[in-house]
């Protein structure tokens, strides 16, 4: 452990090291300022709590179009690719398909956080693991290896969805969260060109489940949804494997598979919620609600978010910003793209109660308004399906 000073001043504190953390600290550090990256895990990127899919580049700049990609969304080595897949397959409850393409990378996410992490200290990061941060009395207080009060100039809170950097802003208590179980799966039938979504409330109410190939035979299988949707007799457990063994298309190929590793999380589902900007604290990534609702996707979104974070708090302190505008910069980027996915989801959310009904979407919607679905965008034709159903009560 290492004890502090009675009050160490140091410029900026980041609070977790995940994709928007160490992204924050190594843009901060890049330009001059003293940084301490702290997160309360003992290894940075481990357990793993993402299916660890990630478009490429040129997809990217499609979701965010607006966005300035950092270099790290756009060249991942290539020790952090596990596979590449080129389409992505839609599956109504009925079984029916859609499918689009999609040049996507399914990274290793604890590879991708601890290249991240080391960028972030090769840029002039401190940092502590096994260390947790709570404010106190206009002070952070660090607990673990790391041990002490900090005064902080500026702070950034990336430390996730149940963040106390967000509490403190009196923002995560107003979260609506979805629930995810993953197995990661060899000796499987996939298609492994394809990274598949299939949707039902028998397997995934209020949510979906997924299969990201690893490879040939090796693949993410998994399930997210969020509690309002769920009986209160069921677990996720048993969806999952309710998934697994009875669907009537993926359970031919999977129920033959062994785990290899079971992974948890929580995803924030209803987009992002205010304030992300109090005082000298700044959220970013998850702890702010920068997921794409749509999708559950939020690597891309904590990235920017960090590399934003990360330059209005070196800016601020060279005197050439306020951090006030930190929320105007997240909405230039991709606030109005997270909007809308919010948007869409909550016509969706419409749909998805009864299984006919999203039959009755995939029917009307063909697979490049799909694509365009994911991105934010809504159909003329979910509109009309959503106004019938509000019509008839």
């Known amino acids: 452990m290492k004890a502090l000073g009675k009050v160490e001043e140091v410029d900026v504190i980041v609070v977790g090291a995940g994709p928007a953390g160490s992204t924050a600290a190594e843009?901060?550090?890049?330009?001059?300022?003293?940084?301490?990256?702290?997160?309360?895990?003992?290894?940075?990127?481990?357990?793993?709590?993402?299916?660890?899919?990630?478009?490429?580049?040129?997809?990217?700049?499609?979701?965010?179009?607006?966005?300035?990609?950092?270099?790290?969304?756009?060249?991942?080595?290539?020790?952090?690719?596990?596979h590449r897949t080129e389409i992505q397959r839609l599956y109504a409850p009925s079984g029916r398909s859609k499918e689009f393409p999609v040049d996507g990378r399914v990274i290793d996410r604890r590879a991708f956080d601890r290249h991240l992490a080391y960028r972030a200290i090769s840029a002039g990061a401190k940092m502590f693991v096994g260390t947790t941060a709570a404010p106190e009395r206009g002070f952070l207080r660090l607990r673990g290896r790391g041990s002490g009060l900090l005064s902080p100039r500026v702070v950034v809170g990336a430390d996730g969805p149940a963040s106390a950097l967000a509490r403190s802003l009196g923002v995560s208590h107003r979260m609506e969260m979805g629930i995810c179980l993953e197995l990661e799966m060899a000796g499987v039938e996939i298609d492994a060109q394809a990274a598949e979504m299939y949707f039902g409330t028998r397997f995934a109410p209020g949510g979906y489940a997924w299969i990201i190939p690893l490879?040939?035979?090796?693949?993410?299988?998994?399930?997210?949804?969020?509690?309002?949707?769920?009986?209160?007799?069921?677990?996720?457990?048993?969806?999952?494997?309710?998934?697994?063994?009875?669907?009537?298309?993926?359970?031919?190929?999977?129920?033959?598979?062994?785990?290899?590793?079971?992974?948890?999380?929580?995803?924030?589902?209803?987009?992002?919620?205010?304030?992300?900007?109090?005082?000298?604290?700044l959220l970013a990534g998850d702890a702010a609600g920068h997921v794409m609702a749509t999708s559950g996707g939020g690597i891309p979104l904590a990235v920017v978010a960090g590399s934003i974070a990360g330059l209005m708090a070196a800016r601020s302190l060279q005197g050439e910003a306020s951090l006030n505008d930190y929320p105007?910069?997240?909405?230039?980027?991709?606030?109005?793209?997270?909007?809308?996915?919010?948007?869409?989801?909550?016509l969706v959310d419409l749909l998805m109660k009864r299984d006919h009904l999203m039959d009755t979407l995939f029917d009307h919607i063909d697979a490049e308004q799909m694509k365009a679905m994911q991105r934010g965008s809504i159909p003329g034709a979910l509109g009309r399906i959503c106004d019938a159903l509000a019509r008839s009560g």
Request: aromatic content about 2%; overall charge neutral.
């Open 215 to 281: 490879g040939e035979e090796i693949a993410n299988v998994g399930v997210g949804v969020r509690r309002s949707y769920m009986d209160e007799k069921m677990t996720l457990s048993a969806l999952l494997d309710r998934f697994i063994m009875d669907h009537p298309i993926a359970g031919p190929r999977l129920r033959r598979g062994q785990v290899m590793a079971v992974m948890r999380g929580t995803v924030p589902a209803g987009g992002m919620v205010g304030p992300i900007q109090g005082g000298r604290i």
């Open 328 to 346: 105007r910069m997240i909405h230039e980027s991709f606030g109005r793209e997270l909007d809308r996915s919010v948007q869409m989801r909550r």
């Open 27 to 82: 843009r901060a550090a890049a330009a001059g300022a003293s940084v301490l990256l702290i997160d309360r895990k003992e290894e940075v990127g481990s357990p793993v709590q993402c299916g660890g899919f990630l478009p490429e580049a040129h997809e990217l700049q499609a979701l965010m179009p607006h966005a300035d990609l950092p270099a790290t969304l756009v060249e991942i080595p290539e020790r952090c690719v596990l």
